[in-house]
């Protein structure tokens, strides 16, 4: 018996986050304790990756970062593939997303889901089909497992506690045992004769037993703002065995530019998640490359702000608005739009006003009734708009982004008949705007 364990995201994507939390980093942690339980039990591990990044350095080319995962799993000819993430968009709970119903990974995800919502005291969301590369593409059964909402801040305050994180290792390893029928043993723990102090800015916060959970905890705390600098100290001989300290140097996403990705991938994204969803990512494009906005992330944003256009905050379907714009809090509903093509150019023109300090382009009439509210050229970069769009904002642009790249990884069939009713689509759109 063997699992190839995929701790979700890493590298150039931090996955979801939120409350100074990096999915990429509680992934790996969770991974990491996975390990050894599974091995304790018999049961033969890999990981796709054992450090930020995955193998062969993909993190400048999400698809072939994802590629490279199956690829292991595939050469390792394991017999389950488990991939752990972290959720987020709105909501609670734990679920088990695979790519198709009746098969071995159906019985896996059923068999883990239980341990998942009893030990992790989450709210049962079930299991899910989803077309997700990782289960598309690899050939044995496989499950992606999706542990809480990182910008909830009740899961938030469950994972950020160490002992949480090896109990969702150790419901884990319940569940994958179960699907191989193999009674759980838990393993023995010694007492440590060695512990590791985590010391952040000069001050110790905790000490651990092991190095890599105490270099983890030392550069989520530098990564998520909560330090400038910290290190891993040795109990026994005070020697320090690691150092981290804030590049500031973190590279950004621009708001405009030219966008590469496509209509389809954006409108397959959001039915996966939504089938009832309104047909609006044309008039993203459209009115985006009137302003030269990367529309696509906008299309991320959208999604992030409306929870899949299902509209479940203070805002409402019927406004037409897209991005929460003027529900700034205490109950405020936000301004009405009087048509789609309408409020998502309002959406495109709030996120312009804070991209650049240019007038609107000629011929693009200002519907966005906060445009002149806002500090012209403040916020470039998606990151920028951490605390400015939406307060606090921890992760709030990171959180747009890592959308965005999820849905570059949606594969759409090209072949004549849909290339035909695209071009319909798009004459018939551009018409009905005016065009």
Same mark, same amino acid.
């Given at each position: 018996?063997?699992?190839?364990?995929?701790?979700?995201?890493?590298? &150039?994507?931090? !996955?979801?986050?939120? =409350?100074?939390?990096?999915?990429?980093?509680?992934?790996?942690?969770?991974?990491?304790? %996975?390990?050894? %339980?599974?091995?304790?039990?018999?049961?033969?591990?890999?990981?796709?990756?054992?450090?930020?990044?995955?193998?062969?350095?993909?993190?400048?080319?999400?698809?072939?970062?994802?590629?490279?995962?199956?690829?292991? /799993?595939?050469?390792?000819?394991?017999?389950?593939?488990?991939?752990?993430?972290?959720? +987020?968009?709105?909501?609670?709970?734990?679920?088990?997303?695979?790519? #198709?119903? !009746?098969?071995? +990974?159906?019985?896996?995800?059923?068999?883990?889901?239980?341990?998942?919502?009893?030990?992790?005291?989450?709210?049962?969301?079930?299991?899910?089909?989803?077309?997700?590369?990782?289960?598309?593409?690899?050939?044995?059964?496989?499950?992606?497992?999706?542990? #809480?909402?990182?910008?909830?801040?009740?899961?938030?305050?469950?994972?950020?506690?160490?002992?949480?994180?090896?109990? %969702?290792?150790?419901?884990?390893?319940?569940?994958?045992?179960?699907?191989?029928?193999?009674?759980?043993?838990?393993?023995?723990?010694?007492?440590?004769?060695?512990?590791?102090? $985590?010391?952040?800015? #000069?001050?110790?916060?905790? /000490?651990?037993?092991?190095?890599?959970? +105490?270099?983890? @905890?030392v550069k989520n705390a530098v990564d998520g703002g909560l330090a400038s600098e910290g290190v891993v100290q040795r109990t026994t001989d005070n020697v320090i065995v690691y150092e981290y300290k804030s590049s500031g140097n973190i590279s950004k996403?621009?708001?405009?530019?030219?966008?590469?990705?496509?209509?389809?991938?954006?409108?397959? =994204?959001?039915?996966? &998640?939504?089938?009832?969803?309104?047909?609006?990512?044309?008039?993203?494009?459209?009115?985006?490359?009137? %302003?030269?906005?990367?529309?696509?992330?906008? $299309?991320?944003?959208?999604?992030? @702000?409306?929870?899949?256009?299902?509209?479940? #905050?203070?805002?409402?379907?019927?406004?037409?608005?897209?991005?929460?714009?003027? /529900?700034?809090?205490?109950?405020?509903?936000?301004?009405?739009?009087?048509?789609?093509?309408?409020?998502?150019?309002?959406?495109?023109?709030?996120?312009? /006003?804070?991209?650049?300090?240019?007038?609107? *382009?000629? !011929?693009?009439?200002?519907?966005? *009734?906060?445009?002149?509210?806002?500090?012209?050229?403040?916020?470039?970069?998606?990151?920028?708009?951490?605390?400015?769009?939406?307060?606090?904002?921890?992760?709030? !642009?990171?959180?747009?982004?890592?959308? &965005?790249?999820?849905?570059?990884?949606?594969?759409?069939?090209?072949?004549? @008949?849909?290339?035909?009713?695209?071009?319909? &689509?798009?004459?018939?759109?551009?018409? =009905?705007?005016?065009?």
């Amino acid at each position: 018996m063997k699992v190839c364990i995929d701790p979700g995201h890493g590298g &150039y994507d931090p !996955g979801a986050v939120g =409350f100074g939390l990096k999915e990429k980093d509680l992934t790996l942690d969770i991974c990491l304790r %996975l390990q050894p %339980l599974l091995e304790f039990n018999g049961i033969s591990t890999v990981l796709t990756r054992n450090g930020d990044y995955a193998p062969g350095n993909f993190e400048n080319y999400p698809r072939g970062e994802l590629g490279a995962r199956v690829n292991i /799993a595939e050469s390792e000819n394991v017999d389950l593939f488990v991939s752990v993430h972290i959720n +987020a968009g709105g909501g609670t709970g734990a679920e088990v997303l695979i790519i #198709g119903t !009746g098969g071995k +990974a159906e019985s896996a995800a059923y068999q883990v889901l239980p341990h998942l919502v009893e030990g992790g005291n989450w709210a049962n969301r079930g299991v899910k089909v989803q077309n997700i590369l990782v289960l598309r593409d690899t050939t044995m059964p496989a499950i992606l497992t999706e542990n #809480g909402f990182i910008d909830n801040i009740i899961d938030a305050g469950k994972l950020k506690e160490t002992d949480f994180r090896q109990t %969702l290792a150790v419901v884990h390893a319940k569940g994958i045992c179960d699907y191989f029928g193999i009674q759980y043993q838990e393993p023995l723990q010694p007492t440590p004769s060695v512990m590791y102090r $985590v010391i952040l800015d #000069g001050k110790q916060t905790i /000490a651990l037993s092991f190095q890599e959970k +105490a270099i983890f @905890e030392v550069k989520n705390a530098v990564d998520g703002g909560l330090a400038s600098e910290g290190v891993v100290q040795r109990t026994t001989d005070n020697v320090i065995v690691y150092e981290y300290k804030s590049s500031g140097n973190i590279s950004k996403t621009p708001i405009m530019g030219e966008e590469t990705i496509i209509v389809e991938q954006c409108r397959q =994204f959001l039915l996966n &998640y939504n089938p009832d969803a309104p047909d609006i990512i044309s008039y993203y494009k459209i009115h985006g490359e009137r %302003l030269g906005i990367k529309w696509g992330y906008a $299309v991320a944003q959208m999604i992030r @702000e409306t929870g899949y256009l299902k509209f479940t #905050g203070v805002v409402k379907a019927e406004q037409n608005n897209y991005a929460g714009i003027g /529900a700034v809090g205490e109950g405020a509903q936000g301004a009405t739009f009087s048509s789609e093509s309408e409020g998502v150019l309002a959406h495109l023109e709030h996120l312009y /006003a804070y991209a650049v300090k240019d007038p609107l *382009p000629m !011929g693009v009439p200002k519907v966005d *009734p906060r445009f002149d509210l806002i500090e012209r050229g403040s916020c470039p970069n998606w990151e920028d708009l951490n605390g400015r769009w939406a307060v606090p904002g921890d992760g709030y !642009g990171e959180n747009v982004v890592r959308i &965005y790249h999820e849905m570059a990884q949606e594969i759409i069939s090209d072949n004549e @008949e849909i290339s035909i009713l695209k071009m319909i &689509y798009e004459i018939v759109s551009k018409y =009905f705007d005016g065009k």
